[in-house]
């Protein structure tokens, strides 16, 4: 057994699932130097929800966050998380557009890309697959795991042997409710390894205080990489800590090599980093750190969980915790049984809070639960609840093809939408993510622009020159 390779996710994951994805790029520079150093296998920083959140919240041009990570730390590999043909948006785009995106996530700095289908349907990670390995990228391709009566061990073994065959460089088991126990995660691991030649990438939570457990047993299971994370957001709803799995390992077969006086080194800057998202109302360590073992039976993502409380904050329904909580696999069940995790996680959630806040089941139905009912996403697990169905859709047809042949190529029309603000090629694939968003991003730019310099402003077409 060679040492485990160890994934640091405090540059993505870890403030997603503990503080809504908002550590910013100021925070994350002045620690490039020493994570540099450190010896990961990779370092995840980019894509799941940040490309949004630097848009949306923090004023920041993602892809400018991803070629400064990339020049600060170049001894590393780059990862990032790919929602298949949803890109990092909430809707399948045309395959000229995922493509695209692929190209240039590569080209800016990404070195492995982590694609993954909230339903596990291979045809919508196609696309996504083929081009990380044309603009070469290793592709890490994930199984979203669940359990339910259909997600079996089996289920997830002819999955893995069907990622081999589309040509994955690495499979990653993504826990992303930290649901995969100790025990199950050892026989998982063990079959996996018997029955694919790739390596097996493992990344959970620690939500039920059983995710350190279960990457030991991984570990022995001969599991090659683990995802984990430094511990001011290691831990709770994030990936168990990185320096405790890290002296576990020590002085064992598995030793991982980091560099553990460096690791305290790093806890310390980014305590100052989990302290600021604390204050400033981001990150609440009474629910993100307790351990809720009520979790293995809600099957609540970190991620999802922290939107969760944003909903009922804002509804002003917080008593409503638990309620919305306890819907949420009875909603999961009507749907087929998806896995919880983006774009699903968001759609079940939502619905699981408007049956609880509108009194009846199924009186508001919004549109993304519509679609899902509707094979809008792809092939659901299995069999949903036809009276639901029925009572969210009518009688509209169900769509049994990949999604995504419905859509024809869209990248000349976004950057024809979007020409007056286009300053670099990228800001085309913002625009067709989030074209609201990315909209107001890009007239902010510009206003900057021009009051640093009003002559940059073209009053012939009133534009901005690139």
Same mark, same amino acid.
């Given at each position: 057994?060679?040492?485990? +390779?160890?994934t640091?996710?405090?540059?993505?994951?870890?403030?997603?699932?503990q503080?809504?994805? %908002?550590?910013?790029?100021?925070?994350?520079?002045?620690?490039?130097p020493?994570?540099? #150093?450190?010896? *990961?296998?990779?370092?995840?920083?980019?894509?799941?929800?940040?490309?949004?959140?630097c848009?949306?919240?923090?004023?920041?041009?993602?892809w400018?966050?991803?070629?400064?990570? %990339?020049?600060?730390?170049?001894?590393?590999?780059?990862?990032?998380?790919?929602?298949?043909?949803?890109?990092?948006?909430?809707?399948h *785009?045309?395959?000229?557009?995922?493509?695209?995106?692929?190209k240039?996530?590569?080209?800016?700095?990404?070195?492995?890309?982590?694609?993954?289908?909230?339903?596990?349907?291979? %045809?919508?990670?196609?696309?996504?697959?083929?081009?990380?390995?044309?603009?070469?990228?290793?592709?890490?391709v994930?199984?979203?795991?669940?359990?339910?009566?259909?997600?079996?061990?089996?289920?997830?073994v002819?999955?893995?042997?069907?990622?081999?065959?589309?040509?994955?460089?690495?499979?990653?088991i993504?826990?992303?409710?930290?649901?995969?126990?100790?025990?199950?995660?050892?026989?998982?691991?063990?079959?996996?390894?018997?029955?694919?030649?790739?390596?097996?990438?493992?990344?959970?939570?620690?939500?039920a205080?059983?995710?350190?457990?279960?990457?030991?047993?991984? =570990?022995?299971?001969g599991? &090659?990489?683990?995802?984990?994370a430094?511990?001011?957001?290691?831990?709770?709803?994030?990936?168990?800590?990185?320096?405790?799995?890290?002296?576990?390992?020590a002085?064992?077969?598995?030793?991982?090599?980091?560099?553990?006086?460096?690791? @305290?080194?790093?806890?310390?800057?980014?305590r100052?980093?989990?302290?600021?998202?604390?204050?400033?109302?981001?990150? &609440?360590?009474?629910?993100?750190?307790?351990?809720?073992?009520?979790? +293995?039976?809600? $099957?609540?993502?970190?991620?999802?969980?922290?939107?969760?409380?944003g $909903?009922?904050? $804002?509804?002003?329904?917080?008593?409503?915790?638990?309620?919305? +909580?306890e819907?949420?696999?009875?909603?999961?069940?009507?749907?087929?049984?998806?896995?919880l995790?983006?774009?699903?996680?968001q759609?079940?959630?939502?619905?699981?809070?408007?049956?609880?806040?509108?009194?009846?089941?199924?009186?508001?139905?919004?549109?993304?639960?519509?679609?899902?009912?509707?094979?809008?996403?792809?092939?659901?697990?299995?069999?949903?609840?036809?009276?639901?169905?029925?009572?969210?859709?009518g009688? @509209?047809?169900?769509?049994?093809?990949?999604?995504?042949?419905?859509?024809?190529?869209?990248?000349?029309?976004?950057?024809?939408? =979007?020409? #007056?603000?286009?300053?670099?090629?990228e800001? =085309?694939?913002?625009?067709?993510?989030?074209p609201?968003?990315a909209?107001?991003?890009?007239?902010? %730019?510009?206003?900057?622009?021009l009051?640093?310099?009003?002559?940059?402003y073209?009053?012939?077409?009133?534009?901005?020159?690139?």
């Amino acid at each position: 057994m060679s040492k485990v +390779l160890i994934t640091d996710t405090i540059l993505r994951d870890a403030h997603q699932s503990q503080a809504a994805t %908002r550590m910013r790029l100021d925070e994350m520079l002045p620690a490039c130097p020493m994570l540099d #150093k450190v010896g *990961y296998y990779s370092l995840e920083c980019w894509g799941g929800a940040t490309f949004d959140s630097c848009l949306r919240f923090l004023n920041e041009d993602p892809w400018e966050r991803l070629r400064k990570l %990339r020049k600060a730390l170049p001894n590393t590999q780059l990862q990032m998380l790919l929602r298949g043909q949803n890109i990092l948006g909430y809707k399948h *785009y045309a395959d000229d557009v995922v493509d695209e995106f692929v190209k240039k996530s590569i080209e800016n700095g990404i070195d492995i890309i982590r694609t993954f289908d909230a339903l596990n349907d291979l %045809r919508n990670m196609e696309t996504a697959v083929k081009a990380t390995k044309k603009y070469g990228g290793k592709a890490e391709v994930a199984m979203s795991y669940t359990t339910s009566p259909v997600h079996t061990e089996e289920y997830f073994v002819n999955l893995a042997k069907e990622i081999e065959k589309m040509g994955a460089d690495l499979i990653c088991i993504k826990d992303m409710a930290g649901l995969l126990l100790p025990y199950s995660a050892y026989s998982l691991i063990k079959k996996l390894k018997a029955n694919t030649r790739l390596p097996i990438v493992l990344h959970t939570h620690n939500t039920a205080g059983t995710g350190s457990m279960t990457l030991i047993k991984a =570990v022995e299971a001969g599991v &090659d990489i683990i995802d984990t994370a430094l511990s001011p957001l290691g831990g709770g709803t994030s990936q168990p800590a990185t320096e405790s799995i890290v002296a576990t390992l020590a002085g064992t077969e598995y030793e991982t090599g980091l560099d553990v006086e460096l690791l @305290a080194k790093l806890a310390e800057h980014f305590r100052g980093v989990a302290d600021r998202l604390t204050k400033d109302g981001w990150r &609440d360590p009474g629910k993100v750190l307790a351990v809720d073992a009520k979790a +293995l039976q809600y $099957q609540v993502p970190g991620g999802m969980l922290s939107n969760l409380i944003g $909903q009922l904050k $804002q509804a002003n329904a917080m008593d409503k915790y638990y309620d919305v +909580l306890e819907e949420v696999p009875r909603v999961r069940k009507d749907f087929g049984y998806p896995p919880l995790v983006t774009p699903t996680s968001q759609i079940v959630g939502t619905q699981a809070v408007m049956n609880v806040l509108g009194g009846e089941r199924y009186k508001m139905v919004t549109k993304e639960s519509k679609g899902l009912l509707r094979g809008e996403y792809g092939r659901l697990p299995a069999p949903v609840n036809e009276e639901v169905r029925k009572k969210c859709i009518g009688d @509209a047809k169900v769509i049994t093809y990949r999604p995504a042949d419905d859509i024809k190529p869209e990248l000349d029309n976004y950057r024809k939408e =979007v020409a #007056k603000f286009i300053e670099q090629d990228e800001d =085309v694939l913002s625009y067709a993510l989030f074209p609201q968003v990315a909209t107001k991003f890009f007239e902010a %730019r510009q206003a900057k622009k021009l009051k640093a310099d009003p002559t940059q402003y073209n009053k012939a077409d009133g534009t901005m020159p690139i």
